[in-house]
């Protein structure tokens, strides 16, 4: 599992500079998928959209 140390707290914050504050959740998220290189798996890859962090949404690809 992977945790908000002191560099994902430190990019969240650099990530919600012109955001609201409501966005705080996403940007922590965000935030630790970008500061350890992943790629973040969510189904609203809308809300994370704005961070420019690499999304996949699992639910797109084909069965089978």
Known sequence: MLSLDAEAACES???LNTQSMKLMADAMIAAIAKVNRLTLATRNTRDFERFAVPLVNPFLFPKG
């Open 13 to 15: 914050a650099r990530l």
